[in-house]
């Protein structure tokens, strides 16, 4: 079975977000480590971390993956936002290492009306630059590139370009895909019907390769296919529909990757509950 899980929030501690993520019965957990609206983050005390490798211990060791503030663009061809997101990125890989997490989540930017090529070369300079400064490369962190809905001028909404990227940038060994069910439906890539389905993945395997995978984001798309818009849905109440997921779910490429929702919640948390039992249903 999939490792199904859901982002939860830090507030309070990093370590409670192991309280919200068993309260909802999750095997699987993203977080953010630090307030992603902020360029800047305090550093880390030695007491938080301890409590989060212990309620981790309690709970035993699921995987965990951070997601990168969203201020991060990789792709700018501008010069100030560049050293700031290569700064800001570096900091996030260095929490994570303190943290022992091993997968970090980021989205590959924006280039801003610079263009597709340029944007692409942009990311591949400033991700390896972020890599090689954090100290990575000594660990077995893996980056995980996010596919994108292709709103704007964000780079990642197609397996070709992600593809790119892995195969350009100096440390491939470090790199790995994270695969967004809302934002490659939005890109274009079929999944709700078995040949669509089977297309997509296809197409991955081609660009990408499906061991690239390493996590997934399960959320359901307000809009159809191909609107290349970002509009996250509750499971089943969407345009992909149950089916999509119950062909994901069932793949057995897929069935000990580790799963997050990232579906509109409440601070009870009924929504993560809701959604993760209708997403355990088309496993029986």
Request: net charge negative.
């Amino acid at each position: 079975m999939p490792l199904l899980g859901a982002h939860q929030s830090v507030a309070g501690g990093l370590h409670l977000a192991f309280d919200r993520i068993r309260q909802v019965g999750g095997a699987s957990l993203q977080i953010f480590t630090t307030n992603q609206r902020q360029w800047r983050a305090a550093p880390l005390q030695p007491k938080e971390i301890r409590l989060f490798q212990e309620r981790w211990q309690e709970n035993g060791r699921m995987p965990v993956a951070s997601h990168a503030s969203y201020l991060i663009n990789l792709a700018t061809s501008q010069t100030e936002m560049a050293t700031k997101s290569v700064n800001a990125f570096v900091e996030e890989l260095q929490r994570c290492r303190q943290l022992d997490i091993s997968f970090v989540v980021i989205h590959p930017g924006s280039h801003g009306g610079a263009g597709i090529e340029q944007g692409l070369a942009e990311v591949v300079r400033n991700l390896d630059l972020s890599m090689e400064r954090s100290g990575v490369l000594e660990s077995g962190m893996k980056v995980l590139l996010e596919t994108t809905a292709g709103q704007g001028t964000a780079l990642g909404s197609s397996f070709e370009e992600l593809g790119w990227l892995v195969q350009q940038s100096r440390f491939p060994a470090h790199l790995g895909i994270c695969v967004d069910t809302c934002h490659i439906f939005a890109a274009g890539y079929a999944l709700s019907s078995p040949a669509g389905y089977q297309q997509t993945l296809d197409q991955l395997e081609h660009c990408i390769g499906c061991d690239r995978i390493h996590f997934f984001h399960l959320n359901d798309s307000k809009k159809e296919c191909g609107s290349r818009v970002d509009r996250h849905e509750h499971i089943g109440e969407g345009k992909i529909g149950i089916d999509g997921f119950r062909h994901l779910l069932t793949d057995p490429r897929f069935l000990h990757h580790p799963m997050t929702l990232e579906t509109p919640k409440g601070t009870d948390l009924a929504e993560d509950i809701e959604n993760l039992r209708r997403l355990r249903s088309v496993l029986t």
